[in-house]
């Protein structure tokens, strides 16, 4: 009995946070809305960079699609392919004008590719 009262405990609370960011998402100004995206698909550009390395192009995309469906599953299938691809062509132009502005982000990524070839 009391696993059911902690489970519909839990399952309120969740509920309930899951109508906040829903709402809070919905109050949301468009460009507010487009920037949150763009912003989070550099964060996942710059982690798939991380992850699989240079010459993996196809496997990042794949990736980063994969985290932002489950990230944003309702933008996720309104958004068009060609919408995905050109915001994160935006996400990758900024991250390289990252890369050529602060040596320290460059250096970070690059070592890591040089990390992993050395570890192959």
């Not at 489970?7 to 460009?31: A, H, P, Q, R, T």
């Not at 991250?95 to 040596?103: A, F, H």
């Amino acid at each position: 009995m009391l696993n059911i009262i902690i489970g519909l405990i839990i399952g309120i609370g969740i509920g309930l946070l899951v109508m906040f960011l829903i709402n809070k998402f919905s109050n949301m100004s468009e460009d507010d809305k487009i920037r949150l995206i763009q912003n989070w698909l550099l964060g996942a550009v710059i982690l798939a960079e991380k992850e699989l390395g240079s010459g993996t192009g196809a496997a990042k995309l794949a990736l980063v699609f994969q985290k932002f469906t489950e990230k944003f599953p309702t933008i996720a299938m309104l958004m068009t392919e060609e919408q995905f691809n050109n915001y994160v062509n935006q996400a990758l132009a900024k991250m390289r004008q990252m890369m050529e502005k602060n040596q320290a982000i460059s250096n970070y990524l690059i070592g890591l590719q040089i990390e992993d070839q050395d570890n192959r």
